[in-house]
């Protein structure tokens, strides 16, 4: 298990233990983490499962595929940080990671 701490805009914070194998996307949506819409199921489809990666986790958590900058243009608030969760795998490399969430999605 990783776990997993979602802060949602307004500093809220929730702890959440995500499963070797499933996306961030899949543990937020099953911890039933506001903010995190996922429309397209986890097909980097969309960016409704937009977040924002905090600068000392980017290393492990790889970086951004072209279908996924392709995706962040329809991403509202995007940063350098910015990550589509369902792209995102959880692993016990990232237990302890850190991710916000932005105001709203698209």
């Known amino acids: 298990m990783a776990k997993i701490t979602f802060i949602l805009h307004n500093g809220t914070e ?3 233990n ?3 194998g499933m996306s961030v ?3 937020a949506i099953k911890n039933m983490v506001p903010g995190i819409d996922a429309d397209c199921g986890g097909a980097c489809a969309c960016a409704t499962c937009h977040v924002y990666v905090e600068p000392e986790w980017t290393e ?3 970086a951004r595929s072209s279908m996924e900058e392709d995706m962040l243009d329809f991403a509202f608030d995007v940063r ?3 990550r589509l969760s369902c792209q995102i795998k959880v692993t016990d490399a990232i237990d302890g990671l850190r991710v916000k969430v932005p105001e709203k999605q698209f």
């Open 14 to 16: 929730q702890a959440v």
């Open 18 to 20: 995500g499963t070797p």
């Open 25 to 27: 996307m899949e543990t």
């Open 60 to 62: 492990k958590t790889g």
């Open 80 to 82: 350098p940080e910015s």
